[in-house]
């Protein structure tokens, strides 16, 4: 009894601190990349050793915990929408991503901005889009399918935009299976089976929150700021600003709850999963860029949930 007392006693505190983390989610986002920067070597070491997809995982989990598989079944109700929205962004996100690398110069930098193009939704845009009051369930459907989408079509996509070698089709699956598909079934599972009776949701939401700004540390601890890489932004601020036209269009008449679930996850595409694309397409200089648009990703998506927060 005294046990489950303090469990019960504990729950207004975790809230407490969840809804802390929600409100101030993006000057924490802010402060957190400026400490990737400054302060690079924890990052890069935890690194090394494969942290980013670890960190990803928890945020996938955390993800998949907030949707039931009945929740999934029903996104047939958004079937045309969601289809609608990967026909346009798989073939024209790579188009914009093409035209801004045509801003910078050299064949590994460029290659770089291309394969931010190809890759799929950013798993973190999921969690944004239920921070954000959006439904959650069709920016699930997005990334599930945009992650099928990037391993069958983003080698023939770079071959055609210049790549020089095929990604491994094989190898980003198995990738995508251990860090997306397996944690996202994982975390509707336990939604589903609902063990803990709900109890567990403020600590849920906490790890959610904090697995997101440590894989933006994690990303900021690898940037290696030059001068070079101010064209480098512009390109990739660049693709991103027409990624959220795109996502904006596709939204247009859709339910509220709709509309952040079509705009985020167009608009953010998964760094660490192009980084790897990029480095197997035009060698590994190429993935120098997708720190640089990790970072931007993430404080797009903060600055839209704080904007949902005030609307």
Not at 9 to 28: E, I, K, N
Request: hydrophobic letters at 60%; charged letters at 10%; proline letters at 5%.
């Amino acid at each position: 009894m005294a046990s489950s007392d303090g469990v019960i006693g504990l729950q207004p505190r975790l809230a407490g601190v969840a809804g802390f983390l929600d409100r101030f989610l993006l000057p924490l986002v802010l402060i957190v990349a400026g400490l990737g920067v400054m302060v690079p070597e924890p990052g890069r070491r935890l690194d090394g050793d494969g942290a980013i997809l670890i960190t990803l995982a928890v945020l996938v989990f955390c993800t998949g915990s907030s949707v039931t598989f009945a929740d999934i079944r029903g996104m047939r109700a958004a079937a045309g929408r969601l289809a609608l929205v990967l026909a346009a962004s798989t073939v024209i996100l790579p188009l914009l991503a093409w035209l801004a690398s045509r801003l910078v110069s050299g064949a590994a930098l460029q290659g770089g901005v291309l394969a931010a193009g190809v890759a799929p939704v950013e798993v973190a845009s999921v969690a944004l889009t239920g921070m954000a009051g959006g439904e959650v369930v069709v920016a699930a459907g997005l990334l599930i399918a945009s992650t099928l989408l990037a391993v069958l079509l983003a080698g023939p996509i770079l071959g055609l935009l210049g790549a020089h070698a095929a990604a491994s089709p094989l190898g980003l699956l198995s990738t995508l299976m251990l860090v997306v598909a397996v944690p996202l079934i994982a975390g509707c599972a336990t939604r589903t089976l609902d063990p803990f009776g709900g109890r567990e949701r403020p600590l849920i939401e906490i790890l959610g929150i904090a697995s997101l700004l440590v894989l933006l540390w994690e990303i900021s601890s690898e940037l290696r700021l030059h001068a070079s890489d101010g064209r480098v932004a512009v390109a990739l601020l660049v693709f991103l600003a027409g990624a959220g036209v795109l996502g904006r269009l596709l939204a247009r008449g859709a339910p509220p709850g709709q509309r952040t679930a079509v705009i985020l996850p167009t608009t953010m595409r998964d760094f660490a999963v192009a980084a790897g694309i990029a480095a197997t397409a035009f060698g590994i200089a190429a993935a120098a860029p997708l720190g640089i648009y990790g970072v931007m990703v993430l404080v797009f998506g903060a600055i839209t949930v704080y904007l949902s927060k005030r609307a």
